[in-house]
């Protein structure tokens, strides 16, 4: 069984900064890809970055050079920087591992923390 959970959410002014957190817990092996999705009102789920086991790192056009990811394998966590926030960043931000466990491998999520920019 593996865990996820997201903490670094809040309520920010339009311009400011936040650190969201997740770390991965369970019975496991070994993380491969993780990353950050987001879920805003009215609209699908996208992609807001997502980061290799290697540190290769990959941004959606909406967030780069604002948002950073990176990842600390010894302690199983993703991390996503988000600096210069606008209010069209507001949604609920997930988490998302490809796990490997000693009884195979799986895809996994937190359960969503929500970022809230006022502008």
């Known amino acids: 069984q593996v865990q996820l959970v997201e903490s670094g959410g809040g309520l920010v002014q339009a311009g400011g900064s936040l650190r969201l957190s997740c770390v991965a817990s369970?019975?496991?092996?070994?993380?491969?890809?993780m990353g950050w999705y987001r879920r805003a009102p009215g609209k699908l789920r996208e992609l807001v970055a997502d980061i290799t086991s290697g540190g290769s790192a990959n941004y959606a056009l909406s967030v780069k050079g604002r948002f950073t990811i990176s990842r600390d394998n010894a302690k199983n966590t993703v991390y996503l920087q988000m600096n210069s926030l606008k209010p069209e960043d507001t949604a609920v931000y997930y988490c998302n591992a490809e796990v490997e466990t000693y009884g195979g491998s799986g895809d996994y999520w937190g359960q969503g923390t929500q970022v809230t920019v006022s502008s």
């Open positions: 369970g019975t496991i092996f070994t993380i491969n890809d």
